[in-house]
C-alpha cells in the first residue's frame, strides 16, 4: 500500500515489524527523502542493499544492528552525502 505513494517524500516505521521483504517493496518510492527505521528489529543486512537502492534518500534512521562502518560506506558509496543516525 505504501509502495504506491509515489510522491511521498518522508516515511517513518519507527518501532515496526518492518521486515526486509517490507523495505524491497518500498524502493519503488522514488521520492522518498528521509526514512525513519529505528527500532524496526526485524530488518537484516539485506535491507542496506534495499536502501541503496533509494537514491532520492537524504536521510536514514537505522535501527542500532544495522549502525556498523560495512553499512555506513555501503550506503555512503551507492548514495553520496546521504545522512544518518
Excluded: W
Excluded at 533509494?54 to 556498523?68: A, G, H, Q
Amino acid at each position: 500500500m505504501i509502495s504506491k505513494l509515489s510522491n511521498l517524500r518522508i516515511l517513518s516505521l519507527r518501532d515496526t515489524d518492518a521486515d526486509d521483504s517490507d523495505l524491497s517493496k518500498l524502493s519503488a518510492l522514488t521520492h522518498l527523502e528521509q526514512f525513519n527505521l529505528r527500532m524496526c528489529n526485524h530488518l537484516t543486512k539485506s535491507s542496506i542493499n534495499s536502501l541503496c537502492k533509494m537514491k532520492s534518500l537524504k536521510s536514514v534512521y537505522l535501527p542500532e544492528e544495522l549502525i556498523t562502518t560495512t553499512n555506513e560506506e555501503t550506503l555512503q558509496k551507492a548514495i553520496p552525502g546521504l545522512k544518518y543516525n
